[in-house]
């Protein structure tokens, strides 16, 4: 099983809906990232969480680290078509020099105008 | 600024032969990372390098080894590719190892046939 869980897998939204997806860890994160890519392409960066608690928003996407640092979630507002594409957590489970770090298997969102 | 540049964008390749993939680290970047994306894995994480050194590595077998140059260019070369090598590989940027924010490239995408 994947050590970092998401989701859901797929999501399709009307345009102007709100949307949340969630990235769950069964061990404490060191650190929390939120990227999106387009298919085929790179990765965006789009926030780093560090604290629990930890809340931070750009333009319409706000993302959310829980107390325990074992769960995010990413909530975007008011969904746009230019939202569409795939949404990647990754997460740090040890710090240092032996830091691991794993990544969720993506949520894929597609907007309809 | 510039990216993340990786070389080749795209790679056809043969079972057996060995392949070489490229990437230049945003100017001023020392720490280079390396990345096996598949549609039913997802993000891999394979090595990390900074200052020339590797710093991490993940659970690939030995046909895959990398290095970096003193002007923090970096490459990863598989041997004795396989079918199940055919993916896209991403290399990500950053100032320093750690929790600190990191760019990714466009990918190679590599097919083995």
């Known amino acids: 099983s994947q050590e970092l869980e998401q989701s859901p897998q797929s999501l399709i939204v009307q345009e102007g809906k709100n949307l949340t997806i969630n990235c769950t860890s069964s061990k404490t994160l060191y650190g929390l990232y939120w990227y999106k890519q387009k298919y085929g392409e790179g990765l965006i960066f789009l926030m780093m969480?560090?604290?629990g608690g930890e809340e931070k928003s750009h333009e319409k996407i706000t993302a959310k680290l829980d107390e325990k640092k074992q769960q995010s979630s990413l909530h975007i507002t008011a969904s746009q078509p230019s939202h569409a594409g795939i949404y990647l957590c990754g997460a740090v489970l040890r710090a240092g020099n032996n830091r691991k770090l794993i990544w969720g298997l993506g949520t894929s969102l597609a907007v309809n105008p | 600024k510039a990216g993340v540049t990786q070389t080749p964008r795209y790679l056809i390749k043969t079972r057996g032969q060995q392949v070489t993939l490229s990437c230049s680290p945003i100017s001023g970047h020392r720490s280079v990372s390396w990345y096996q994306q598949t549609p039913g894995q997802g993000l891999q994480f394979l090595f990390e390098?900074?200052?020339?050194?590797?710093?991490n590595k993940g659970n690939f077998p030995g046909r895959f080894s990398g290095r970096q140059f003193s002007n923090s260019r970096s490459e990863m070369n598989v041997s004795t590719l396989e079918l199940g090598d055919s993916a896209l590989y991403l290399c990500?940027?950053?100032?320093?190892?750690?929790?600190?924010?990191?760019?990714f490239g466009q990918g190679t995408r590599l097919t083995v046939v």
């Open positions: 990500a940027s950053s100032l320093v190892p750690g929790n600190t924010e990191a760019f």
């Open positions: 969480l560090q604290k």
């Open positions: 390098y900074f200052s020339e050194t590797q710093r």
